[in-house]
């Protein structure tokens, strides 16, 4: 998800950096899970009819290996179902909601043991009412030709079935497309093969056309990088939308948005500098990036993206930010970009999936790791993102010497690269000043390799709607 210079980028500015142990402003944690109850909530959240929130772990509850739970803003968790591997293991990807209630969802793998034996199977999909009962397993897969294995998130078609891709298997092992009654009857409707492309991320969207919209994270062969496709509901009449080339960002991820005849996305590699993108795709096929996230303003964002009330899109993203923990972002469809929120330990860090957004512009999240309870494996929060959010400024720097530490009295030579890395929330100008000069991003970092000895004073002052922050790193070099 997060290239390997954005990698070394985390652990620099892991290393001059303090992970903050208060929650952030804006963030309520709904619930911290610590094991028992649930561990690594990975799939994308429902906001049920009911005003919950519904979601599914990838381990935890009574066997360990995964539940459903419910959560509301009063802060009461509810475990509906636990798995225990023949109904299926692994859960990481979200729910979808029948008007009657009904909840669907899949595993995207499973196991059976008779006697000392163990064997697996490729996942199932799975119903229960919203309140735990009536569970039951519609199907389960072989993972063998031609249904594949690994379903993703399901999508309700509207025509009484749910759609979803596999992400393994088919005839060429590079994934397939169906659709499933709710009885459990389940027809192939596409096989993907390496020249159109292969791995189908985790959702599909339905587009206001009737088609169905998704994404491929790898191909076309010999391509690596990616592909937007649209499809028929029949599985005729594929069309490649966009075939990305890493520039323009790679392994796109999660559903996409429809928002003003246009589809939004977000890619979790690729861009400027391999962290990730947003770009629009427009009606007649053209694609446009919005955003290239840099690591300090994020790092590997998520799809899908949920659209707000007033009209912009916000996202999470995997990591990037103040100690690499992930971002909260808003981007209007013209790609102004604000940085609202950067995770901390608190708050949960890392999320896998995208947020969802009620219509009064709370946004949820789900994180896999800290988040409160005493093993901190991962949260449910909520963050009011329409409510005006403080302004806040971070500046470090990272010495890569015989130590790779900044902090001794000379903190690196001539000839040893340094980093200045600077993030900020809320703010959207930045001016530098002292040994730099310039308009700078709200976020982003600087390498510098010193021709002399000094010291050397990196000022910056940043303004916005919520008010303007100060700040300065200095770094002595000998």
């Known amino acids: 998800m997060v290239s390997v210079q954005g990698f070394i980028t985390k652990l620099a500015a892991a290393s001059v950096l303090l992970v903050s142990m208060a929650a952030g402003a804006g963030v309520t944690v709904l619930h911290g899970f610590d094991y028992d109850d649930g561990e690594y909530p990975e799939g994308r959240l429902l906001i049920g009819h009911d005003g919950r929130i519904y979601g599914t772990t990838y381990a935890g509850g009574s066997s360990h290996v995964?539940?459903?739970?419910?959560?509301?803003?009063?802060?009461?968790?509810?475990?509906?179902?636990?798995?225990?591997?023949?109904?299926?293991?692994?859960?990481?990807?979200?729910?979808?909601?029948?008007?009657?209630?009904?909840?669907?969802?899949?595993?995207?793998?499973?196991?059976?043991?008779i006697g000392n034996v163990v064997t697996s199977f490729g996942g199932s999909v799975f119903k229960l009412g919203p309140d735990g009962s009536g569970?039951?397993?519609?199907?389960?897969?072989?993972?063998?030709?031609?249904?594949?294995?690994?379903?993703?998130?399901?999508?309700?078609?509207?025509?009484?079935?749910?759609?979803?891709?596999?992400?393994v298997g088919g005839s060429s092992s590079a994934g397939t497309l169906f659709k499933i009654a709710p009885d459990g009857a389940l027809a192939t409707i596409y096989t993907f093969t390496p020249s159109v492309g292969f791995v189908p991320d985790r959702q599909l969207t339905l587009g206001?056309?009737?088609?169905?919209?998704?994404?491929?994270?790898?191909?076309?062969?010999?391509?690596?990088?990616?592909?937007l496709f649209r499809i028929d509901r029949s599985g005729g009449a594929?069309?490649?939308?966009?075939?990305?080339?890493?520039?323009?960002?790679?392994?796109?991820?999660?559903?996409?948005?429809?928002?003003?005849g246009a589809f939004y996305?977000?890619?979790?590699?690729?861009?400027?500098?391999?962290?990730?993108?947003?770009?629009?795709?427009?009606?007649?096929?053209?694609?446009?990036?919005?955003?290239?996230?840099?690591?300090?303003?994020g790092a590997g964002p998520l799809g899908p993206l949920a659209l707000g009330p007033d009209g912009n899109l916000y996202g999470l993203t995997y990591g990037g930010g103040l100690d690499w923990g992930g971002t909260i972002f808003r981007i209007s469809p013209q790609g102004a970009f604000t940085l609202l929120h950067r995770l901390v330990y608190a708050d949960g860090t890392h999320p896998f999936a995208g947020p969802v957004m009620g219509a009064d512009g709370m946004l949820f999240g789900a994180t896999t790791q800290g988040g409160g309870g005493s093993l901190a494996t991962g949260s449910v929060f909520q963050f009011d993102a329409l409510a005006p959010q403080p302004a806040a400024l971070s500046l470090s720097k990272a010495c890569y010497n015989e130590f790779n530490t900044c902090f001794r009295p000379i903190n690196t030579g001539v000839g040893q690269r340094y980093d200045v890395f600077w993030s900020s929330e809320n703010l959207s100008t930045c001016v530098a000043s002292g040994a730099w000069n310039g308009t700078k991003p709200p976020a982003g970092s600087l390498s510098v390799t010193p021709t002399r000895p000094g010291i050397f004073t990196y000022r910056l002052v940043c303004s916005g709607p919520r008010g303007i922050k100060a700040a300065s790193v200095t770094v002595t070099v000998g």
């Open 265 to 297: 996305g977000v890619t979790g590699g690729g861009g400027a500098t391999g962290n990730g993108t947003v770009f629009r795709l427009a009606a007649d096929g053209s694609l446009s990036t919005l955003h290239a996230f840099n690591g300090s303003d």
């Open 238 to 260: 594929y069309t490649q939308l966009h075939a990305f080339n890493g520039n323009d960002g790679a392994a796109p991820s999660g559903a996409l948005v429809e928002f003003g």
């Open 135 to 167: 569970f039951s397993t519609l199907r389960t897969f072989s993972g063998s030709v031609p249904d594949g294995s690994q379903p993703g998130m399901l999508v309700d078609g509207g025509d009484g079935y749910l759609y979803g891709g596999m992400r």
């Open 66 to 113: 995964g539940t459903v739970f419910a959560v509301g803003t009063d802060k009461v968790h509810t475990i509906l179902h636990s798995f225990s591997g023949p109904d299926g293991l692994s859960l990481d990807a979200g729910l979808v909601q029948w008007a009657d209630g009904t909840l669907f969802g899949s595993t995207p793998q499973g196991s059976v043991t």
């Open 208 to 227: 206001s056309d009737g088609k169905l919209y998704g994404a491929l994270r790898n191909g076309p062969a010999p391509n690596a990088d990616g592909v």
